[in-house]
């Protein structure tokens, strides 16, 4: 056998692949031993991640705890408040029904007064006002509670937006002279008919009117309304009240715009310093989907804006079917008249109201006693109490209604709820219209015109605007004026009316006619309530007479 | 009686320094060294005590990060924990990273006297170290833990003399560089002890374990460590020769004993082609790793 010599070189290789032999069993067991050792440290890590959940769950079991207990808590809260406006709900209701006695016979005592001429006609004209305000106060109290319960069903109506922006209240129209106030108001050309709940925006303006008169002795408050878009189904509304009065601080400025500017849900806002006008304006605002904004520096004034989104149109001009409506309606006033309601002073006050100007007015406290009545007398039309012992309103509705003597008389539903369920409730049964107490006589009167003469199925209902409608070819005089009849129709310029009108006025106080001063009285009123809408069609009306007579 | 004087008096001047160095900034290298290398030679060991350990020290903390994010290690994630660190870069790893930044620290404050620089010791004491560690692997086949600190640490004396005895240093180191007599030779006849007794006293009060000692005691002359610490003294003792003859040095006066050399060779059987193999790679992997940013 032959040794193998080795070289140099085969040995160095040899001692290499040793080293390398070496290295490689040692990483080995280092890597071994290295994944035991990840082993081990994720292990401690999911120990402890364990002991962190745990931990985390502890924590989330209190907070789930505390999150019950503050959960019982806002029963309560939220049960107090249920309860809370359940009763201004029903206090305001009881309020109201003295108030109609109040407000009903210091009428009375106003009308005879005044025709005596005696001192006391002006401090009952004071007691009257104020029982006007409480009325108002009341009736902000309840939306305020509503609102706030979350509980107000805005009732939207078809609407023309002239309609609205030219109701103004009568008691605000004295506060401008009162005042004297510059009171300016720009209406835009177009007048679409809305789907709105017009009650609720007149109740917004009137209060941001209201305040900007309380915070301007002289000076201007203009009052503008701008259209912002306009399409067939939806339109966008600004109105702005502006006046140039005191201004507010910088401070309380700040605060209401703070208030103004949160959102609805943060119950914690402090109404405090804010009144509850604005805080009215803006929890409306917020239910009708707008947003109300302020701006204003001491010394120059305020100007508050409404904008309302998304307003549902539902005709684009207003104008030309209202004519046809309003024309021709013929002027019967209805003069007898039964009430049937439990509180007997409601019925005495209206008897004694109306008695003197020569109506014949029945009281019954009780269904049965007015089915009585209307058997023997057959009035026109019947005011029916809602809330009544026995016999409710409603049962009392469908006896009369089944009584073929009586169906065709038109029944008023008479009651001191202002909750729209319940007005609408009343619409559903049948009642012809509804009269909110305490009365107010100015609309019962419009009542009586409407429904004089007419049988309750000739009733187009909601109507509850009178209007008088005269031929006027017979004053030719009136002629003269025609251009400026014209102007007021396409351009309706206040100051210009009023110059009108005291033009028509003398040629009204030539003609010494009876029913022309009737008509020119509904003018002048209609004037100082910017009842645009019925000084436009009368306009309309002597343009159409005077032109055709050209002819 | 002349020398239990000198005895009495070597010892005073050891505990002296002994207790300057407790109340220095290295006492905190004491305690991070001293738990890293209990740390490894505890087989119960975990990775959560090792995380514990560098944790404590903030600025070690941030050098490992640092370290472990350099291209060397290649993390494919960012490494911004201590635990991170240890998965990615490897607990071995790290363990010796956390080692060499924190005895770094010894060598800190760069400064030339008589041919010796704190920062050459520090290259050639990671080098000996690194080869040491290459040397015991391959060809002993044996884990070189202990032998790595031993070599990050075994001029642990010459730092200490540098630090507390600066004057005498500068002489001793005068008269080596004059003299091309041996430093350990000098040292004993200034101090009455050399760097390697003194390095082996700093071991001891910072009980570190036997193994180490007996490197740091004896990497001067290997055949005076005990028995069963001869090996790993002795392949020290050539794995600083390796950084001499590759001129990884701290200083320029010679160490080189050519014949207690070749008596350690021949006794661990060891041949230089074979070292030179590894020398040649390791040299390769400390070039790497100061480019990448790992030292």
Redesign the interface.
């Known amino acids: 056998m032959e040794a193998v010599v080795k070289d140099?070189t085969t040995l160095?290789l040899e001692?290499?692949i040793?080293?390398?032999e070496?290295?490689l069993?040692?990483t080995r067991?280092?890597k071994d031993?290295?994944t035991q050792?990840?082993f081990?440290?994720y292990a401690?890590?999911d120990n402890l991640v364990k002991e962190r959940t745990a931990e985390l769950q502890q924590t989330q079991n209190a907070l789930e705890e505390k999150n019950r207990s503050l959960e019982d808590a806002l029963k309560l809260v939220q049960n107090a408040n249920a309860i809370r406006s359940g009763f201004l709900a029903n206090i305001s209701h009881e309020l109201r029904t003295p108030l109609n006695a109040i407000l009903g016979f210091s009428q009375i005592i106003y009308e005879e007064e005044k025709k005596e001429n005696n001192g006391p006609a002006s401090y009952i004209k004071q007691i009257i006002h104020s029982a006007h305000k409480l009325t108002d106060l009341i009736n902000d109290l309840i939306s305020l509670s509503k609102l706030e319960a979350g509980q107000l069903v805005l009732e939207k109506k078809e609407v023309s937006l002239g309609e609205i922006l030219n109701t103004c209240r009568e008691d605000l129209f004295k506060k401008i002279k009162e005042k004297n106030i510059d009171f300016k108001k720009v209406v835009p050309d177009e007048d679409p008919v809305l789907l709105i709940d017009d009650y609720h925006v007149r109740r917004i303006i009137f209060h941001l009117v209201d305040n900007a008169l309380k915070h301007t002795t002289d000076g201007e408050i203009i009052f503008e309304s701008k259209i912002l878009s306009l399409s067939k189904e939806k339109a966008t509304l600004s109105l702005s009240i502006k006046d140039s009065g005191t201004g507010i601080p910088e401070g309380h400025l700040e605060k209401i715009k703070n208030y103004l500017s949160n959102p609805p849900s943060s119950a914690d806002v402090s109404y405090e310093g804010l009144g509850i006008g604005l805080v009215l304006c803006r929890l409306i605002a917020d239910e009708m989907d707008g947003t109300l904004e302020i701006d204003s520096a001491v010394g120059e004034g305020t100007e508050v804006r409404l904008h309302l989104r998304n307003i549902k149109v539902v005709r684009l001009n207003a104008s030309a079917e209202k004519t046809n409506k309003d024309s021709d309606v013929p002027e019967k006033v209805c003069r007898k008249f039964l009430v049937v309601d439990d509180t007997v002073e409601n019925s005495i006050l209206i008897q004694r109201f109306y008695e003197t100007k020569g109506y014949t007015v029945w009281g019954a406290p009780s269904v049965e006693k007015g089915l009585e009545l209307a058997k023997k007398n057959k009035p026109e039309l019947i005011l029916m109490d809602i809330n009544m012992p026995g016999k409710d309103g409603y049962e009392g509705l469908r006896l009369f209604k089944s009584d073929k003597a009586l169906a065709h008389i038109p029944i008023i539903a008479f009651s001191a709820s202002n909750d729209n369920r319940d007005i609408e409730k009343a619409r559903r049964a049948g009642f012809d219209e509804y009269l909110l107490k305490p009365v107010d006589f100015n609309t019962l009167d419009d009542l009586l015109h409407q429904y004089g003469g007419h049988h309750s199925e000739d009733i187009i209902p909601a109507v509850t605007k009178s209007k008088s409608s005269i031929d006027f070819s017979g004053y030719p005089l009136l002629a003269d004026l025609v251009e400026r009849y014209e102007q007021h129709i396409n351009g309706p310029v206040l100051s210009e009316i009023k110059d009108t009108l005291i033009k028509v006025g003398e040629i009204v106080f030539a003609y010494k006619s009876e029913e022309l001063a009737h008509w020119f009285e509904k003018m002048s009123k209609a004037l100082i309530q910017f009842d645009m809408s019925y000084l436009k069609t009368q306009f309309q009306v002597l343009t159409d007479t005077y032109t055709k007579r050209e002819k | 009686m002349e020398a239990a004087v000198q005895t009495d008096q070597r010892t005073e001047r050891i505990e002296r320094i002994l207790s300057a160095i407790n109340d220095s900034d290295l006492s905190s290298i004491k305690s991070v060294v001293g738990n890293i290398i209990r740390l490894i030679n505890n087989p119960k060991s975990t990775a959560r005590d090792l995380k514990d350990i560098i944790s404590i020290d903030p600025p070690l903390t941030a050098k490992i990060l640092r370290v472990s994010n350099s291209s060397f290690y290649a993390a494919q994630t960012k490494i911004d924990d201590v635990g991170k660190a240890i998965v990615w870069v490897g607990f071995n790893t790290v363990r010796e990273l956390a080692l060499r930044q924190k005895a770094c620290e010894l060598f800190d404050r760069d400064e030339a006297i008589e041919g010796y620089r704190r920062s050459e010791l520090w290259a050639y004491s990671v080098a000996t170290a690194h080869f040491a560690k290459m040397i015991y692997r391959r060809e002993f086949g044996k884990t070189g833990d202990n032998i790595y600190s031993a070599g990050l640490l075994h001029k642990i004396g010459l730092i200490a003399e540098e630090q507390f005895l600066r004057k005498a240093f500068t002489k001793i180191l005068h008269l080596a560089n004059s003299k091309g007599e041996h430093l350990s030779r000098i040292e004993e006849k200034v101090f009455g002890f050399n760097h390697a007794y003194l390095g082996r006293e700093i071991a001891r009060n910072w009980n570190l374990p036997e193994e180490i000692i007996s490197c740091i005691a004896y990497h001067t002359n290997p055949f005076e460590a005990p028995e069963e610490h001869f090996e790993i003294t002795a392949v020290m003792h050539v794995a600083a020769i390796q950084c001499h003859f590759a001129q990884i040095g701290y200083y320029s006066a010679t160490l080189f004993d050519d014949e207690l050399y070749t008596r350690c060779l021949e006794a661990l059987n060891l041949e230089q082609e074979s070292l030179n193999m590894i020398i040649q790679e390791g040299q390769l992997e400390i070039a790497e790793m100061l480019e990448k940013g790992a030292l």
């Open positions: 140099d160095l001692k290499r040793k080293h390398l070496n290295e069993k040692l067991r280092e031993e290295a050792k990840y081990e440290f401690q890590m």
